[in-house]
């Protein structure tokens, strides 16, 4: 690859939407050989890049989000950041309810500049099939135990064969692959949706003040009376 053909792949990187995994040939052209993370700090050829995985569910998609991948994004010298987003259906059951849908968040991840490609309909624990398909090298994520599915960490068989050598083939597999990032405080969507709901009212005027409805707020007509009265 030229340098006159990277500096276009960065252009359209940087002028159109990253793209799903589902519509884009894998990207890493070189022989797809394992990386240690000393391999990987030192830098790779132009044509092979260092696969990094992210994945989430990014509701309400925020700066705490952004920041997560930017750390995922720049952990190497020469990186392609995938970035899996779970659908709504493994969502609302393992998780919860999400104020966006599926194609909300996913459009709102192409649109971020630290993301080459996302992946649709991620899996909520990762397998060797999962990384094998998408040629991934690392995953990144925080080290605050993630809870979910019946599991203390999903991220744990991962976690764990980074720090261990075992005789298992799939520890083996994932052994080095997991690479801590640095949750940023203050931040969440749950903390977003506390502000709202704490502050209802407040937003609920707002929005009746821009037009809205209350079928479309979901609120009666002694609600409206009431937040009009408040409001004047």
Known sequence: MTKLTLCFSLFQTL???APFADETSC???APHEKLT???ARLGTPVDRPVRVYADGIFDLFHSGHARALMQAKTLFPNSYLLVGVCSDDLTHKFKGFTVMNETERYEAL????YVDEVIRDAPW?????????HKIDFVAHDDIPYSSAGSDDVYKHIKEAAEQRLSDSTTREWRGMFVPTQRTEGISTS??????VRDYDVYARRNLQRGYT????????IN?????????
């Open 27 to 29: 990207q890493c052209r």
């Open 191 to 196: 903390d977003i949706i506390t502000r709202i």
């Open 37 to 39: 993370i000393a391999q």
């Open 110 to 113: 192409r649109h971020c500049r």
């Open 214 to 221: 209350a079928k479309e707020l979901n609120v009666s007509f």
């Open 224 to 232: 409206v009376s009431t937040l009009i009265h408040i409001c004047f």
């Open 125 to 133: 624990t990762l397998t060797p099939e999962f990384l094998e398909k």
């Open 15 to 17: 002028t159109a939407p």
